[in-house]
């Protein structure tokens, strides 16, 4: 085993400190060392994007990402999108447009689609399903996915309207 | 007497949550705060990992196995090879299809990446380093990889273990690579029938090797309670009781002391449905270090070595008369199940329900053959998303009516109008046995072509064909047989196929509902509820239900091939009959009247004629355990066992149309109508996510899935760089509909509808595509149709000139 290497960065708002072996992933340093199972592991080759995590305000697929990358980074899993417990928009819109079936891809989705309306706040229905072209599912067959999207970011676009 | 609050019918039944409603899912509370339970999620104290040394090779002796340099990786605690497993007995492994399968290669691999060894250590980068250092020599023998070849007088001969067998499970064979042949139907009147016909067509028709790939691949923890000798495995499996059954026999541990726990399980599709070498290795490791052993694959090693499906090599054939009305059908198939007889079929059918190859149509005689064979490749053969083997038939039967069609020059539409089953025909006893339930297969279509200006598309295709442009319709008119099964005719080592739904109502009435299903993305947790709500007039927000877990669920045989809803859905509806029936003397007891002056309504017993008396189910759950007649046992709860007197037969009806780049073979699906009738609707919203969902598996496997191997037996490509999961921008958009023609046979009349679309959308896809070469006289295309394949066809007809 490798010389353990120091980590520091904040997770969901919280500050984390670790050693861990440099070759760590950042998915496995989310799973295993945090106890963040949220994010998926679903073909370590970074295609499917189950593992999906927001690092410094970008998706990256924390399979392909060593821990020591994230060193001094903000991190956001989708443990951290109920915001004071409250649920995100896109995480009551999946729900209501039955946008998830087995649920494995829904979390690397839904921390994908939070950033895709950071970038893109009122995307055309091309643009949501360019925007999560790198997250695979398998149960849904997409549509409602994009419904879903859909719906959140006209949410968002009427709470934005109305402050 | 009770509550009644001044709410009408109407609002009592949608406070119901019942039958019909489209409610959203209670699963998904977890799901979206990535709170969801799936068997890596799972930590026990102590837990290690193991993983497996895997064959270079798809055809070697093993020479030896050198673990020391491995053993000595700091973190490695133990290599256990066949060697170790033997004494145990656990080195092989009976299958669901009577075969031995190895769980660690003995003496020689079969097929590439296959288990040679099993490296456990304290975490999952030791284990890595303990693979790597693992060294195995081995001695190259020739390889086996076309079937084709598989029963020649020359070939290699692969599984030297059952050679001199004459029998490998299911029934007589005839070379040492053969594993089984199996017929049915009448061959002196199909021969006849071919014979006296005005027109024939044969086609050969390949179904291309492929694989499920759930987005979760398989895994376990293994857990020996050396205390109390209780095995406990967490897994990836969609039958829990049949795996507790299967490592019962081949463990030879006390049932009772086995317990399987599936957690949430991340997509199934047939994958996860036999038992693997890495269930059996940790729990084999568990019980050598005493702490519980984590095994989870690698999507290269699910790709590789899990169950694959398809690999059917199919001869059809059709005779019919001068107007296309079929007189005969006639099919050959040659069936590669890989290394090992894995396939996971009802034990009686081999080539599961191939012989639903007739369709939707009125086939007076028929005749079909098809023998497995060994190939040194990965072992399985398994239902991808489809009942068994009848995405296999659907396609067959669905591309012989077009190439028919095509042949005698009539519109593809109107031959399924001539040959269709009529609705007044039904119960239809097929040529080749089965009894379909109900249908009605022309208002199906008629709907689905006024959908879509069916007439239009071929007047704008006529059109487009004139100026060298190339656009397909497609239509697919099938029939699948879901709900397996009747025990008379299927079982799993054994087992009858029935299965299971205990219900325990709460006093304050509320309930929790078990079955012997697992769900694995289809919402049991959402969508049993809404029956028994039905039922018994309980909001279905008030009923938990729950799956599997051996120790707390009524035995089941699990969730593959559309049975849940045939086969646990009636066991839950019978359940709550008996409540409901219990419920009604309890009532009468309340109401002080006889149990024959009540009638019920929605959520409560009211008395004849006196509708203000009444008493509600609420009242009646407390009554149960408070205030009963004189001599009735307290308690309000029941298992039912539902073994079902047939299967259920969903049908559908799509259409796809596709344009095609001339210049580059690329398909564009313009549109694609897809109208499901499943019997009585459950939840419109789940039925219609899964229909989106088959198709899109319909649409990877038509347009680009498939397992390739070189002449060495090299797998090409398992992983998602090579294997094609389209992504939601190649992903059509989809059109669902439908008509309601319930099963007359199932207590609420629902069918399965899982897998209709895959089976339905295979064709359909394929159908178009071919449809727009059809005027340039080509008969099929092979499946996948990727670009670079359909500009080969482009380019061998000169159209890109």
Known sequence: ?163 | MSDIKEMSLEEREATLGGIGSARKRKEDARFIRGQGNYVDDIKLPGMVFGDFVRSAYAHAKIKSIDTEAALAVPGVMAVITAKDLEPLGLHWMPTLAGDVAAVLADKKVHFQNQEVAFVVGADRYAVSDGVQAVDVDYDELPVLVDPRKALDADAPILREDVQEKDNVGQGLRRHPNHIFHWEVGDKTATDAAFAAAAVTIKEEIGYPRNHPSPMETCGCVASMDATNGVLTVYGTFQAPHVIRTVVSLITGLSENNIRIVSPDVGGGFGNKVGAYPGYICAAAASIVTGLPVKWIESRMDNLSTTAFARDYHMTGELAADESGKITAIRANVLADHGAFNTHAQPMKWPAGFFNIVTGSYDVPVGHVEVDGVYTNKAPGGVAYRCSFRVTEAAYLIERLIDALAQKIGVDKAEIRFRNFIQPEQFPYDSCLGWEYDSGDYPTALKKALEAVDYEGLRREQKEKAAKGELMGIGIATFTEIVGAGPTRNCDIVGLGMFDSCEIRVHPTGSAIVRLGTKSQGQGHETTFAQIVATEIGLPSDAITVEEGDTDTAPYGLGTYGSRSTPVAGAACAIAARKIRAKAQKIAAHLLEVGEGDLEWEVDRFRVKGLPERAATMKDICMAAYSNLPEGMEPGLETTSYYDPPNFTYPFGAYVCVVDIDRFTGEIKVRRFYALDDCGTRINPMVIEGQVHGGLAEAFAIAMGQEIVFDELGNVMGASFLDYFIPTTVETPVWETDHTVTPSPHHPIGAKGVGESPNVGGVPAFTNAVVDAFAQHGVMHMPMPHTAWRVWQTIDELGLNK
């Open chain 1, 1 to 163: 085993m490798a010389e353990k290497t120091k980590i520091s960065l904040t997770v969901n708002g919280n500050a984390v400190e670790a050693e861990i072996e440099p070759r760590t992933l950042l998915i496995h340093f989310l799973r295993e060392h945090l106890n963040l199972t949220g994010a998926h592991i679903g073909c370590e080759t970074s295609h499917c994007g189950a593992c999906t995590v927001d690092l410094d305000g970008r998706s990256v697929k924390s399979c392909t990402v060593f821990a020591v990358q994230a060193n001094g980074g903000e991190l956001l899993t989708v443990e951290g999108m109920a915001a004071g417990g409250e649920l995100h928009p896109l995480q009551q819109a999946f729900v209501d447009q039955h946008g998830l079936q087995c649920g494995y891809c829904t979390p690397g989705m839904l921390v994908r689609a939070y950033r895709l309306l950071q970038e893109t706040p009122n995307p055309t229905d091309d643009e949501i399903r360019w925007g999560l072209s790198g997250n695979l599912c398998r149960c849904t067959g997409y549509q409602n996915i994009v419904k879903a999207v859909r719906q959140a970011a006209d949410e968002l676009g009427q709470k934005e309207a109305a402050e």
